[in-house]
T-cell receptor, first 115, second 113 residues
Framework: GAGVSQSPSNKVTEKGKDVELRCDPI?????LYWYRQSLGQGLEFLIY????????KSGLPSDRFSAERTGGSVSTLTIQRTQQEDSAVYLC?????????????FGEGSRLTVL | GNSVTQMEGPVTLSEEAFLTINCTYT??????LFWYVQYPGEGLQLLLK?????DKGSNKGFEATYRKETTSFHLEKGSVQVSDSAVYFC????????????FGKGTMLLVSP
């Protein structure tokens, strides 16, 4: 498809398990972002990738969270030893490049529920 | 740091009513300002944007004017429709070199027939 694709769309896991969330950005977009959307909390920035540069990890809430982007395209967000407070919708977005003030294109999100 | 404050919802209106959703921001320099909309079951999509002071963004009957003096970017629509029911997010992007967005908490709009 032409848009940002995320999988799985829904994930239910038990506390303490690891989860992986996948994002496939729009072809040709060099910038990729992960956000977390929690009920009543808006969107929280997690991590940003731009081309081959080192990612901006300043938004990751703890060392249980990590992300990688392979070949400048697909990205995986990994949450280790999940906790109930990790329950949220994880949104991925991409954009064409580094021009400030540019539009982000979002996927539909991965809803994570930690029991 | 950057921050965005928008009115809490839900905002409940009847069809054809006038809509205002307030948004104010704090930022260094001259940010770009955005309104994103999230329809039920869908991802966020850009509704409109403005990149400099006094610019007016508009789309689908919605408008917002970049007011630097009041650090505001209020969203307005003259006559809402049931199909406008969604969550609206105000956001800003600073000019530090890349377009990471800082979002408000979102305002849910419910329009009844």
């Amino acid at each position: 498809g032409a848009g940002v694709s995320q999988s799985p769309s829904n994930k239910v896991t038990e506390k303490g398990k690891d989860v992986e969330l996948r994002c496939d950005p729009i072809s040709g977009h060099t910038a990729l972002y992960w956000y977390r959307q929690s009920l009543g909390q808006g969107l929280e920035f997690l991590i940003y990738f731009q081309g081959n540069s080192a990612p901006d990890k300043s938004g990751l809430p703890s060392d249980r969270f990590s992300a990688e982007r392979t070949g400048g395209s697909v990205s995986t967000l990994t949450i280790q030893r999940t906790q109930q407070e990790d329950s949220a919708v994880y949104l991925c977005a991409s954009s064409p490049g580094t021009s400030p003030g540019g539009e982000l294109f979002f996927g539909e999100g991965s809803r994570l529920t930690v029991l | 740091g950057n921050s965005v404050t928008q009115m809490e919802g839900p905002v409940t209106l009847s069809e054809e009513a006038f809509l205002t959703i307030n948004c104010t921001y704090t930022a260094t320099g001259y940010p770009s300002l955005f309104w994103y909309v999230q329809y039920p079951g869908e991802g966020l999509q850009l509704l409109l944007k403005a990149t400099k002071a006094d610019d007016k963004g508009s789309n689908k009957g919605f408008e917002a004017t970049y007011r630097k003096e009041t650090t505001s970017f209020h969203l307005e629509k003259g006559s809402v429709q049931v199909s406008d029911s969604a969550v609206y997010f105000c956001a800003l992007s600073d000019r530090s070199g890349y377009s990471t967005l800082t979002f408000g908490k979102g305002t849910m709009l419910l329009v009844s027939p």
